[in-house]
């Protein structure tokens, strides 16, 4: 294999250590969640081949850069977020030549390739935390994770109040190799995810070491998992009171197992190995933080570049709201000189076209289907708002075909974790991970030749590739023309501001160079003076009326791009 190892994708000559081209400061980076994206082999699960089959499908889409979710050796107990081995794939997605070839194939498309980096646990089936379990108490292992005495008079208690993301205490105990209930280990997510004590020197010399294997093997950048959680506060604190352990901490970093300020002496030693390498490698921070200026820390100058902008994420569709969340966002980052991030669907999430599909106030997770046609209507407004920000916008597979979230999946169809763990939190994730339809007919909708590990609906036909290629009308079209006008046009993604206008209730307008975006959050048409010459909308515009100064009617639920 070392012979063809994947070239970073600029490999000019000026492409050394420390050139820079910024290349992922206004970069559209689309998420590939593997098991669901394209089954190469037949199997009903997407693998590596099909990923790399479906590359040009992403080149055409117009995007800059693909982010991979986890594709490692994994028991799959949370869909591969529980890692057995960091430098080998899992044989359902393929080999490491299989990736070998992914990452050369992008590079020879234009296309970046960042994989998923999960530090914070392991899966209870890596090598050394099998041994820790084996050897039982006293075994050096043991110190590489967090293992403790249970409280109470036999150890029958854990050994603090913490709960885990996905519901049930956040600790597990052991049964000692004699047979005998054991010490407990912590787990802020599945009892098979142990937490790693990344006090631990051993801990900190693996990753470096996993961060190198991977740049070695050519990839343009990581996506770093919890990154908010790897430090927890000395002596594991009881939460006293606060109740169930919250994704977003408190605001002033007290929440002893997330956003402790240690984690960023890790992110400068691993912003020094990416600096080392050529073609300008990159990472971006998972990091549910409660505010935006938390979230800054993350991306000072000498530690990561990115971090994804979950406030926004979680914003309903209302002006005021946007509004408010796109100043903060960007105020927050510009004394760090990093770009804002933008994003509205991912993995974890329900879909935006069904957020927005019901009132305002839905969280991001929801099983209700509210209304197909309106959700749908706000999503593609929503996309090209988000599309017309200053920095870098993330984009989940299916968004661009307009996909629903599937709300009625039945109870034993679901695979989530945190679905049989939750009491109502966070436990609808299957939901936007049904494999995407490519095809309008066929057992799996053009999946694979096999068929779904999710169940596809009906409906999925009319909603695929094939079927949205070349409609103008369609939600894919709609993505495509965005992104190649934002290819264009400079005065998109770049900068770091936005110049809002007076407008209507209702109505975001603002400028940026050579350019105005126009969204209309309301369910009612507003009349407003056309600012330029149209260049894009989100739905169906009176084009006879859009001479600059004109007065254009801007219908409901709907952005308009233009030039001036
Ligand atoms: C992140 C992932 C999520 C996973 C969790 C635990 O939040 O995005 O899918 O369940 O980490 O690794």
Known sequence: MTQHLAAPLSGTSDDAPGHRTGWWQDAVIYQVYPRSFADGNGDGMGDLDGVRRRLPYLRELGVDAVWLSPFYASPQADAGYDVADYRAIDPMFGTLLDADALIHDAHALGLRVIVDLVPNHSSDAHDWFRRALREGPGSALRERYHFRPGKGAHGELPPNDWE??????????????????????????????????????????????????????????????????????????????????????????????????????????????????????????????????RTAHYVRPDELHQAFNFQYLATSWESEALREVIEVSLAAMRPVGAPATWVLSNHDVTRHATRFAGPPGVGTQTREPGDRVLGLRRARAATLLMLALPGSAYVYQGEELGLPDVTDLPDEARQDPSYFRADGQDGFRDGCRVPIPWAREGSSYGFGAGGSWLPQPDHWGELSVEAQTGDPASTLELYRAALSVRKEHPGLGGGSAVEWRDAPEGVLIFARTGFVCTVNTTGTAVRIPAPGELLLASGPVDAGNTAPGAEFELPADTTVWWSV
């Open 164 to 293: 885990s993301v996905f519901g049930g205490a956040a600790w597990t105990r052991t049964t000692d190799p004699d047979g005998t209930p054991g010490d407990w280990y912590l787990h802020l997510f599945a009892p098979e995810q142990p937490d790693f004590n990344w006090d631990h020197p051993a801990v900190a010399d693996e990753f470096r070491s996993i961060l190198r294997f991977w740049l070695d093997m050519g990839v343009d950048g990581f996506r770093v998992d919890v990154a908010h959680g790897l430090v927890k506060a000395p002596g594991l604190p009881d939460l006293g009171g606060a109740g169930r352990l919250r994704l977003l901490g408190t605001a002033d970093g007290g929440t002893p197992f997330f956003d402790q300020d240690g984690v960023h002496a890790i992110y400068r030693q691993w912003r020094t190995i990416l600096d080392e390498y050529p073609g300008e490698r990159i990472a971006v921070a998972e990091a549910w933080t409660p505010t935006v200026e």
